[in-house]
Structure formats: structure tokens, C-alpha cells
């Protein structure tokens, strides 16, 4: 439920690329055994991939100098080339071990984000999810986590292999030819300027992506979950609209952002090439003056292809480094979300048995600072009473319940059980003591009997059983082919909406509350069935402090007290008949439900 005055927020550009950067080292740096495997791995595999230029270079300068006194030695030439293949072979077998590592670091990674992102959803205050689409939210703890930690595997090991490599190929460039590593070493400052420049540009294009990715997410959500009603009012073309303009909006960004990392590879080519040629000359004409052999010259070129590959390599890891940061953003972003007020240092056990009496005393709540909603309300329920709370829509009802259930704090004043303040104790421990039936049924995927226990996981299903007894829902339970075991979930089920607001009723009588709140329990059953439902609440608010938020005047006559809300305020309060012969708010509104109805008969009986 969104509160008044809520939008969902524009998202933002993400913009803190190092900041986001270092926090996903310092995440990989967490799994040091296996970070340091693959550092370990990384510098065993260079180490290979260096050696057999050199031994291949050995075996060049072996055939030409044979070839040129007439006489190869073809047994030292088969153990030079057994040991380029024997390195070989060590280096793909410490390859593929290194790829089993990374994976099971990445994996570790995304396990961690998923765990701490569960954490994190319990631990925001309702505000958070009231003022953004579900489907964006969705979107930050599954497609830009998978995104993040699948990219980080990919790209971990190549930048290892890379890193080690910059720093390796150079050294064995310098044993053969100082000359030739100077001019591979001059073009590198054009390498690093052509990735800052395209960087700048591509990493906002890949948050943008991941932004509007979220949107489109948040669309689809909202129409698969009102696919009847968007089919009922005949709004199929308008949605469909709508999701062609965020599909666009993703494919353009998706273009831009690929298009403009992929600048870089084109660019990191070019100057290979340069660089290339550049060598080949120079290192011809050593060559032709006695200062390298063939097998040096062949080596350095080689050497070469592996300074400019990875490179390359990390030219073209380069969106992919951009996308994962910008996923990163966004995942940190909802990570870092202010959470709900901490729970008090020394809670106690005062709620432990609970009489039930509940004091609004001076409250003021607001969603927004300038958008006042309740102000200095005063009320008080005495044990065992039924306050039924009435207004118009945006009166400040539901609103009223919610904080009371803490699910909300306070802008000023307080909120009392017993005489304790509910700030004062934990949450879990003061929901506890609480049972709430809402307008909206949910139920998870698993059985009628799981969803009836799901506030007393550990209930007998003879417990279960008599709670839906309580409820009127045995009957018809019992009806399904197979009762209490019928797999029922989101997707209805099978139940009609008065069947799937019977269960909810019975899960709020197993729990066995101390003070229960009705928000329009019975708004989704027909006229049989709520008969049956009052009767079953008359029986479960004995002994209990009730409150009941009821559009319907008709279902609250007989409450102990009426309190009468409006913008925020409690304009009037007490039972039923007194109100109505007051003539006040209580009476207006009494009067506007039931006077048409009048008419409408009274116009009924002319006609006959």
C-alpha cells in the first residue's frame, strides 16, 4: 500500500564508478583463500604462457643454425619442442582449474549479495517498498546481482592473467632487445588515454541501462499481477504502449552503451597494429646488423601479440566491467537504504501477557514534512473493547493501525500498551501479541493447512483444523479433493476471494492474539459467507482489544466504540446509536450509505 502523497522516485544516474569499484574488490577480497588461488594460478600460467615464446624461439634459432652449417640436431630440436608442449599442457591443466575457482569465488559472491539483500528487506521500514515498484526493487536483488557477480567471474581472471601479464612480458622483452621494449612501451600512454576517454562516455549509458531495465521489470510486474483487471477495463492497448516505450527506452540505452564501450576494441587494435609494424621494422634491420637472431626477433614478436592481447582483452571486457559497476551501483544503493529505527538497546518482556488496552496519546504522523496527515490525535481502547475506526478515503484509518503495529514511527507523541510505549519494544515481540486480517488475502505457495499456520509454524493440524472451524472455513476445506492438503498460492488456487479471505481469518484466530485488527476483512465476501465471518469474529474478539477499519456502516453496529476519523483528526467517537441520534460526522455518513438504497426500494415498490 502506498501511502498519500508517495511516488515511486525517479532513479538516479549512478556516478561513484571507483567508489563502487573498490567496493566490489574489497567484496572479492573477503574470499582471500580463493583470491589468492587465483592470484596463485594467474602468475602460474603466465609464467607458462612466457616460457614457450622463448622455447620456440630456441627451436627457430636451433633449425637456422643447423640448416646454415648443413647438419640440424634434430634430438636437441625434439626436446625443445617436447618442452613447449609439456608447458603447454601444464598451463590448460592450470587453466581449467583456475576457471573452477572463480567460479565458486563469483558464486560465493552472489550467495553473500543475495543473503545480505533478504537481510535488508527485513529490515526496511514499509516507507521504502511503499514508494517504489516492486518489480524495480525485484530488479536490483536478482538481475543486478546475477549481473554483478556473473561479469566478475568472467572478467577476474582475464584481468589477473592481463595484470600479470603487463608486468611480465616487458621484463622478457628486455632480455632480448632494450631497444624494441622501449618503442612497445611509448605507444602505452595512447592505450590508457583511448579507455579513459571512451570509460567517461560508456559507464552513465550502462547505468542508464540497468535503470531503465528496472523500470521495465517494474511494468511487467505490475501488469502481470493486474493482467484481470487491465483485461476487464479493456486497458491491454494502453499497457502495451507503455511497455513499448520502456522497451525502446532499453534498447536504445542497451545500443548506446555497446556501441560506445565497443569503441574501445576497434581503438586498442589500431594501436597494436601501430605497434606492430613499428617492431617488425626496427626489428628487422637489428636483425640485418648481427645485434638479434631470427629466434629473438620471432620471440619479442610474439611477446608483443601478448602485451597488445591483453590489452585488447580488457578492451573488450571493458562494457562488460562499465555494466557490472552500474549494476554494482544500484545493488549497493538499495544495500545502503536507511532502515527502519533500531529496536530498543534493553527491550524487556512487558508485553509478555497482554491485557489490551491501547492509548493514541497527542500522535501526529506525516508521510512527507510538508504534507501534514494526523495531528494530535488522542485515543484510547480499553481491554477487551471493539473500536471500529470509520472516515472517508485518506481520513488517516489504515494508517492509524499501521502504527500501531510499528510499522511506521511516530513524528510526535507516543503509543502505549498497558501503559507501555510501543517504541520501547521490539517489534517482533509487540507483532506478536497482535493479529491482523487485511482487505488484500495472500497466500504463499504451499498447502491450505501451511498457509492457516504460517504465524504458528509448529501447530498441530488438529490446532489447525479447529481455527478454521472458528472461521467457518472447515467446511468448505474440507470440500476440496484433498482438504487441508490442497495446494493453494498466488495464483488463487482455485479459491474464490470470500475462500482465500476465510483462510486468512482463521491464520489470525491460530496465533490466538491479544489485540486484532480487521482492515476490511469481509469487503471480499459475499453476504452467506459474511454472516458466517461475524459470527466467527464476535467469538474471536471476546476478551480482545479490536479494531476494525469498515467502510460498510452496517458491519460495526455493534462496536463498543465508533470513532469517527477525518483528515487525520478523530472528529467524533462512541457506539452506534449515539452517534446517529448526535447528528454528527458518524450520522452524515450513516445516512449517505443507506439513503440510496432506501430510494431505490422505495422507487421498487411504486413500480408494483
Keep these: 500500500m502506498r501511502g498519500p502523497g508517495l511516488a515511486a522516485p525517479t532513479l538516479k544516474k549512478a556516478d561513484d564508478f571507483r567508489g563502487t569499484l573498490r567496493r566490489i574488490i574489497e567484496r572479492l577480497r573477503r574470499d582471500r583463500l580463493r583470491l589468492a588461488s587465483v592470484v596463485g594460478f594467474g602468475v602460474l600460467m603466465v609464467l607458462g604462457m612466457l616460457a614457450v615464446p622463448a622455447v620456440l624461439g630456441r627451436a627457430t634459432d636451433l633449425v637456422i643454425d643447423g640448416a646454415s652449417a648443413g647438419d640440424v ?7 625443445v619442442l617436447g618442452l613447449a608442449i609439456a608447458i603447454s599442457l601444464a598451463t590448460f591443466g592450470i587453466t581449467v582449474s583456475n576457471g573452477r575457482t572463480i567460479a565458486k569465488m563469483a558464486q560465493h559472491m552472489a550467495y553473500r549479495l543475495r543473503e545480505e539483500a533478504d537481510r535488508k528487506i527485513a529490515s526496511l521500514p514499509l516507507s521504502y517498498f511503499d514508494s517504489r515498484p516492486r518489480g524495480e526493487v525485484l530488479s536490483r536483488v536478482t538481475n543486478d546481482i546475477d549481473n554483478l557477480t556473473q561479469t566478475v567471474g568472467l572478467v577476474t581472471q582475464r584481468i589477473v592473467q592481463g595484470l600479470l601479464f603487463l608486468v611480465g612480458v616487458p621484463i622478457m622483452m628486455l632480455t632480448i632487445s632494450p631497444l624494441l621494449t622501449l618503442i612497445v612501451v611509448l605507444t602505452l600512454p595512447l592505450t590508457v588515454l583511448a579507455a579513459r576517454i571512451i570509460g567517461r562516455r560508456s559507464q552513465p549509458r550502462f547505468a542508464q541501462q540497468w535503470a531503465t531495465t528496472g523500470k ?24 502495451a504502449a507503455v511497455f513499448e516505450r520502456h522497451n525502446r527506452d532499453l534498447y536504445e540505452n542497451t545500443v548506446r552503451a555497446q556501441w560506445v564501450s565497443a569503441l574501445l576494441g576497434p581503438a586498442m587494435a589500431f594501436l597494436g597494429l601501430v605497434t606492430y609494424v613499428l617492431v617488425a621494422v626496427a626489428g628487422g634491420l637489428q636483425v640485418a646488423a648481427g645485434a638479434l637472431t631470427f629466434g629473438q626477433i620471432q620471440a619479442f614478436i610474439q611477446y608483443t601479440g601478448q602485451f597488445s592481447n591483453p590489452l585488447n582483452m580488457l578492451a573488450a571486457l571493458f562494457g562488460q566491467v562499465q555494466s557490472a559497476v552500474a549494476s554494482g551501483e544500484r545493488v549497493f544503493e538499495f544495500l545502503d537504504a536507511e532502515e ?9 518482556d512487558e508485553l509478555t501477557a497482554v491485557e489490551g488496552r491501547v492509548a493514541f496519546e497527542d500522535v501526529s504522523f506525516r508521510y512527507l514534512p510538508d504534507e501534514p496527515l494526523i495531528e494530535h490525535l488522542w485515543l484510547e481502547a480499553q481491554p477487551g473493547q471493539t473500536v471500529a475506526i470509520v472516515g472517508p478515503t485518506g481520513a488517516g484509518k489504515t494508517t492509524l493501525v499501521n502504527l500501531l503495529m510499528r510499522f511506521y514511527d511516530l513524528d510526535a507523541g507516543r503509543i502505549t500498551v498497558d501503559g507501555v510505549d ?6 517482533e515481540r509487540l507483532r506478536r501479541r497482535i493479529g491482523m486480517v487485511l482487505q488484500d488475502t495472500w497466500l504463499f505457495e504451499g498447502t491450505i493447512a501451511e498457509n492457516i499456520a504460517y504465524g504458528r509454524p509448529g501447530a498441530t493440524r488438529e490446532e489447525v483444523a479447529a481455527a478454521a472451524q472458528a472461521a467457518h472455513a472447515d467446511h468448505f476445506i474440507r470440500t476440496l479433493p484433498d482438504g487441508y492438503d490442497t495446494i493453494v498460492g498466488a495464483d488463487e488456487g482455485g479459491l474464490s476471494a470470500g475462500e482465500r479471505q476465510l483462510v486468512t481469518i482463521a491464520r489470525a484466530f491460530l496465533i490466538d492474539p491479544s489485540i486484532l485488527i480487521l482492515d476490511e476483512a469481509t469487503s471480499s465476501v459475499d453476504t452467506r459467507t459474511e454472516m458466517l465471518v461475524q459470527q466467527g469474529m464476535v ?13 460498510r456502516l452496517s458491519t460495526i453496529r455493534d462496536a463498543d466504540v ?3 476519523m477525518e483528515h487525520g483528526t478523530v472528529v467524533e467517537q462512541g457506539p452506534h446509536e449515539k452517534l446517529l441520534t448526535s447528528g454528527g460526522a458518524y450520522a452524515r455518513l450513516y445516512e449517505a450509505q443507506f439513503a440510496q438504497p432506501a430510494v431505490e426500494e422505495e422507487e421498487a415498490a411504486a413500480r408494483t
Excluded: K, W, Y
Excluded at 216 to 239: D, K, P, S, Y
Excluded at 340 to 348: D, K, R, T, V
Excluded at 422 to 427: A, D, G, I, K, Q
Design 73 to 79: 640436431d634434430f634430438g636437441a630440436l625434439a626436446q
Design 216 to 239: 521495465l521489470n517494474g511494468h511487467v510486474e505490475e501488469m502481470i499481477t493486474g493482467h484481470q483487471l487491465v483485461t476487464l477495463f479493456g486497458r491491454r492497448a494502453e499497457g
Design 340 to 348: 527502519q529505527s533500531p529496536e530498543p538497546a534493553a527491550a524487556g
Design 422 to 427: 510501543v517504541s520501547t519494544v521490539e517489534r
Design 539 to 551: 467469538a474471536l474478539r471476546q476478551g480482545r482489544t479490536s479494531f476494525v477499519i469498515a467502510h
Design 562 to 564: 465508533i470513532v469517527v
